[in-house]
């Protein structure tokens, strides 16, 4: 198999190089994830020279820089995501699920963009046919972008290795890309980090910027060596539930903007369409006076965003009851449980609880578990939270209810969208700039005293009604 430099054996999960075969790799501990690879003798290694015993040229840290130049899209989200645009010479690298969207969102920022810069679309698992009939379906068929169907690196090498041979390129996918002088199989650790390097490398030579679209496991993380995700500069994920048509642009790393900022697209007959307001879309259909429901106030990025969490507690049937979440940390979940029943007396063991974030965004910020703790206390007290109040704040194993960051910018959006109050952790400024009525908590037991409180006139009901009954 090797050309006269013997093989090693790659882990395809980590990159971790063995002498020889073993079901488990040694780095990782993954099972039966080691591919024979040839490497080279090392003869055409290049020697160290003249070139490298130049010596450095130091720059202060201090000086005047200027911002990158960017290529705006047109399409708010995405630039959104971006930074404000795409930077010349730079690459990105967009994974997802199979099917969620992603070469229908790169067909249509291809479109936008090809109506000031030179856009080529090189597709590795698609035919020049089926991409035309995407654009076809999604209005974009007099798009001037000029498509191409390849996998080999040196023939997209030799297309673009000239100045002025695009300003954008989008490769879809880099798993299907092969290096002739490697002899492992496309999408393997060798093949995807040398024909990403190549690509690369002419990105930033002739400053075009440069698209790649990658595959993801099982685990929903980008699949290949994980260098793949050092060596861009930009790395989006496309998240969303496939019945659901709310997509979300994730950025997970960013050198030329803010990182973890999202976007939120509607799927369509038509594509993808931008939502401008996704607070307003996720409570759209939220049902009101209903036990176990919570409106939690998060930050995505720079953005604040409201959204629905929902629990729903039942008698168990099995002696292990079951814990199912849909949009969280199913371990965050068995923490507020735990902390539930300790510190305020709750019992969940003979009850399945099901947690659910409406919408098919997935939060990660601990300030949701206080609106998580709201639903599920909602739920097991059958009491429901008033629904002009949000909740947001961390909670700690003592139960103690801990302050979030940028909470007058979560107030002004519930202000914004209607809201009448807040519940959240103790503060020092009783009332928040917007003038939105503040319910602070401590402990998590101040929060179950709220729900198990009477509503207003419950009482004078209760007293008429007895005597109404007594004559």
Not at 64 to 78: G, H, K, L, V
Not at 390 to 405: C, H, K, M, T, Y
Not at 408 to 430: C, N
Request: contains cysteine; proline residues 5%; hydrophobic residues 45%.
């Amino acid at each position: 198999m090797a050309r006269g430099g013997g093989s090693v054996f790659v882990c395809q999960s980590c990159g971790a190089a063995h002498p020889k075969w073993g079901g488990r790799c040694e780095a990782c501990g993954a099972w039966n994830t080691l591919v024979e690879e040839a490497v080279s003798d090392g003869s055409a290694r290049p020697a160290l020279g003249r070139a490298g015993k130049r010596k450095l040229s130091l720059a202060p840290l201090a000086g005047e820089t200027q911002s990158p130049p960017r290529r705006a899209t047109a399409i708010s989200e995405f630039d959104r995501v971006t930074g404000g645009g795409l930077v010349p010479g730079s690459a990105l690298l967009i994974g997802g699920d199979p099917g969620i969207g992603k070469s229908t969102l790169l067909l249509q920022v291809a479109a936008a963009l090809a109506q000031t810069h030179a856009v080529i679309y090189i597709s590795g698992e698609e035919a020049i046919d089926q991409l035309r009939l995407r654009a076809e379906r999604l209005g974009l068929r007099d798009a001037p972008v000029q498509l191409a169907a390849a996998t080999a690196v040196a023939e997209i090498g030799t297309t673009l290795d000239a100045p002025r041979s695009a300003d954008i390129v989008i490769v879809d996918s880099v798993q299907t890309l092969f290096v002739e002088e490697l002899d492992s199989a496309p999408g393997t650790v060798a093949q995807v980090r040398a024909a990403s390097q190549v690509l690369i490398r002419l990105a930033k030579r002739h400053g075009f910027v440069l698209l790649l679209v990658g595959h993801v496991t099982k685990e929903g993380m980008i699949a290949g060596p994980k260098v793949l995700e050092h060596m861009v500069d930009t790395v989006l994920y496309f998240e969303g539930e496939r019945g659901h048509q709310f997509r979300i642009l994730r950025s997970v790393k960013n050198r030329f903007g803010p990182a973890d900022e999202i976007g939120v697209f509607e799927m369509s007959d038509a594509g993808l369409r931008e939502v401008a307001n996704p607070s307003a879309l996720f409570l759209a259909e939220r049902e009101r006076d209903v036990a176990g429901s919570a409106v939690f106030a998060g930050i995505e990025g720079s953005r604040p965003v409201l959204v629905e969490i929902q629990a729903l507690i039942a008698p168990t049937a099995f002696a292990a009851p079951r814990r199912a979440v849909v949009g969280w940390d199913s371990a965050r979940l068995a923490m507020i449980l735990a902390v539930l029943e300790a510190r305020c007396g709750m019992a969940f063991g003979t009850c399945d609880v099901f947690l659910n974030v409406a919408g098919g965004l997935r939060i990660a910020e601990p300030a949701a578990d206080l609106a998580v703790a709201a639903a599920l206390a909602s739920a097991a007290l059958a009491r429901p939270l008033p629904a002009d109040t949000v909740v947001f704040g961390e909670i700690g194993l003592a139960g103690e209810v801990r302050a979030v960051a940028r909470t007058d910018a979560r107030l002004k959006e519930a202000a914004k969208l209607g809201f009448g109050a807040a519940i959240v952790p103790a503060r020092r400024q009783k009332t928040a700039p917007t003038g939105l009525p503040l319910t602070e908590v401590a402990r998590v037991a101040d929060l179950l005293a709220l729900l198990r409180r009477p509503p207003p006139g419950a009482r004078g009901a209760a007293g008429d009604k007895r005597r109404a009954v007594h004559g």
